[in-house]
């Protein structure tokens, strides 16, 4: 027995040392990788195209497409420009004689043009295609972590001092990507149209038809003007007409109206207010500056509001108007710290923000004027969504460089492109009169379909599939514009099981039941150690398996309950929330269920060094393995493998030390018996 155990031992060690070992190489892998990027094939001209075959997947499933690298010009106004990649799909069509294809282009701006799920309601009788964008897509990105930072760590997104934070970010932003060699201004939507034409040209077809959403009309918009030639047909979803990238607060509060006469003719809604607008006014007036301990941001609840209010339908939920509305009702501390939390949380890293303002740049005018003009003269929600996107008077549009291309492309012009407009009634962020007032009447063959009591972008998608492939697929078939299909619908003002009240009770109530285990996890093994003078090996090498998971997500939900409640404005997915917290739990309950009695002094607390130091590195080693919620669990796995590495080779080396005076004696005993045999 006594040579079997510690062959053993040396074996669970062996194993312990190279389960870690692996777990550290491969989270070392992970932050030392380089990020997959498009590069500019050797010996590429401008407009070449290289295509392959691969697969996409939409809605209906995965589906054949063609895959491959366009190269353009960074700027094309520099003849000496540098090139750069983006990405192409084509879906295919599945039709035997397919008609023009369908380029499609999102919205944003700020966001990728090559998530389509949609896509395979059209390939009927057309190939899709998406352009990626240049800036997102690319092979140069339009990063601007020092503004996300700025954002994430904001005592409140509208805040007169974040606002300048942001804009600060933003300057610094611009230099730093210039300094990098980045040619700023040839990140306009007249460059990325010219992406658009160039990828067409490629791809060997005489006309295309344009399927754009949101800010991706604007895209159009311009396409129409410099390549009519090019263009068969233009369906337009959302549409934001030249200086719109700023909300008109007239607009929305007679959205809200709109609102408020739905509201009243819904026995729901109309039970629990006798006037919506008001009863929204009021609230958003009285936004309670905390839920108990827990501080309330008011510009993040404004600003949420307006974002909530965007679509009403189910899909977009739990932050759609349905549980806005249900929110700003109840006026609840609760819910409000809901809305907060969202704003926190989601909008700070919704965009590539770089692109965002290269794209934005061509409403600075318009921005101007709105705030030349006062800004806002007393809305229901005020200027705080305007003033995230544009950070206030003196934002971004002071700071980051204006495109040459845009100054042609402020204003309407008139088109004999064939277009479609379709919009939702009650649509906060493209209102349909926008389009109704000012572009329907420059476009010489333009029809417009507002959809009774739809929203944005999402819900023209979520209601009624069928419909909405046979409104485009006829428009882009003959030009028949059918959206009989559609019918009428009632916004549903009953909101989803998820409202935000419930959100917000179960957000702090995860926080506060997860931070609780850790707790008495780790003074349930401290009380064990102390009474018992440790665990068994076996046992406490389980525990320091089986342990790490709930210790280091409950450390991380007892930092994060004390940020909410001390430090709001530390962003609690940082490094600097979740390396500490998850380090030092994880590390403590390794060492409890590491440690024992019999063990000399000094052991015992080079052990707690070794199991917090280790697990500490781990947890930085495992955050930047990966990035958002994935990011919380490498974490932990960081720790977890780090600290445990640590505690294997502590143990090594004691039993090293331990065997030195053991080996002595017995070498010494083996001299004097050589002695006595020679004597």
């Not at 009243?264 to 905390?290: E, H, Q, W």
């Not at 028949?480 to 957000?507: K, N, Y």
Request: charged share 20%.
């Amino acid at each position: 027995m006594t040579t079997i155990e510690p062959r053993r031992r040396t074996l669970a060690r062996v194993i312990a040392l190279a389960v870690t070992g692996i777990l550290v190489l491969a989270l070392a892998y992970l932050n030392l990788r380089p990020q997959e990027t498009l590069a500019v094939p050797a010996g590429a001209q401008p407009g070449s195209l290289s295509m392959q075959p691969c697969d996409y997947d939409t809605e209906a499933g995965t589906v054949p497409a063609d895959c491959g690298t366009l190269v353009v010009p960074e700027n094309r106004r520099d003849p000496d420009s540098d090139l750069i990649a983006l990405p192409v799909i084509r879906i295919r069509s599945t039709g035997p004689s397919p008609g023009e294809p369908i380029f499609r282009l999102n919205g944003g701006p700020g966001a990728t043009n090559l998530e389509f799920p949609q896509a395979s309601r059209l390939t009927g009788n057309h190939d899709v295609i998406l352009v990626g964008y240049r800036g997102v897509d690319g092979s140069r990105r339009l990063d601007c972590p020092e503004v996300t930072e700025a954002l994430q760590s904001s005592a409140d997104l509208a805040g007169a001092e974040s606002l300048r934070a942001a804009t600060r970010a933003f300057s610094t932003c611009a230099g730093r990507l210039t300094g990098e060699g980045i040619d700023l201004a040839g990140y306009s939507i007249a460059q990325r149209v010219d992406d658009l034409e160039a990828a067409r040209t490629a791809l060997g077809y005489p006309r295309i038809n344009l399927l754009s959403t949101s800010a991706g009309t604007r895209t159009a918009m311009i396409y129409s003007w410099r390549y009519p030639r090019s263009l068969y047909r233009s369906a337009m979803i959302s549409v934001n007409p030249p200086g719109h990238f700023v909300w008109d607060p007239r607009i929305t509060d007679r959205q809200f109206a709109r609102y408020a006469e739905l509201c009243r003719a819904d026995s729901t809604c109309s039970a629990r207010t006798d006037d919506l607008v008001a009863s929204m006014r009021k609230a958003a007036a009285d936004v309670p500056g905390r839920w108990g301990p827990l501080p309330i941001k008011e510009g993040n609840v404004r600003i949420a509001g307006l974002f909530g209010m965007f679509q009403n339908g189910r899909g977009s939920a739990p932050l759609n108007a349905p549980a806005l509305i249900d929110a700003y009702l109840r006026a609840d501390a609760g819910s409000f710290w809901a809305l907060s939390t969202f704003g926190d949380l989601v909008l700070p890293g919704s965009f590539v923000w770089g692109e965002f303002a290269a794209f934005g740049m061509i409403d600075a005018p318009a921005a101007e004027r709105y705030y030349g003009a006062g800004g806002d003269p007393g809305s229901i929600l005020g200027n705080a969504a305007t003033d995230l996107l544009w950070g206030g008077p003196s934002g971004f549009h002071q700071v980051w460089p204006d495109s040459p291309d845009n100054a042609e492309y402020r204003t309407l012009r008139p088109s004999d492109v064939e277009t479609l407009l379709i919009g939702g009634s009650v649509d906060f962020s493209t209102p349909a009169e926008l389009a109704t007032t000012e572009l329907l009447p420059t476009l010489s063959r333009g029809e417009q379909v507002v959809l009774p009591e739809l929203g944005h972008t999402g819900d023209f998608w979520e209601h009624r599939p069928e419909a909405s492939r046979h409104l485009l697929t006829t428009f882009f078939d003959n030009g028949t514009v059918d959206a009989s299909q559609f019918g009428p619908r009632a916004v549903d003002f009953e909101p989803a099981a998820l409202t935000m009240a419930a959100i917000g009770r179960i957000l702090l109530g995860v926080a506060t039941g997860g931070a609780l285990l850790a707790v008495l996890l780790l003074v349930a093994m401290a009380r064990h150690a102390r009474r018992r003078g440790g665990f068994r090996r076996r046992t406490g090498a389980w525990l320091r398996v089986l342990t790490p998971l709930p210790l280091g997500l409950g450390g991380w939900l007892l930092a994060v309950l004390l940020v909410w409640t001390v430090r709001p404005q530390v962003f609690v997915g940082s490094a600097a929330v979740a390396v500490p917290s998850v380090g030092l739990a994880v590390g403590l309950g390794a060492y409890l269920a590491w440690t024992r009695r019999g063990r000399p002094g000094w052991i015992r607390h080079a052990g707690l060094a070794a199991a917090a130091g280790g697990a500490l590195l781990g947890a930085a080693l495992g955050f930047g393995a990966t990035a958002d919620l994935a990011a919380l669990l490498t974490t932990v796995v960081g720790a977890a493998a780090v600290g445990n590495l640590a505690l294997v080779a502590l143990d090594a080396l004691a039993e090293r030390l331990a065997r030195r005076p053991a080996d002595a004696e017995r070498d010494g005993q083996e001299t004097g018996l050589r002695g006595v045999v020679r004597s």
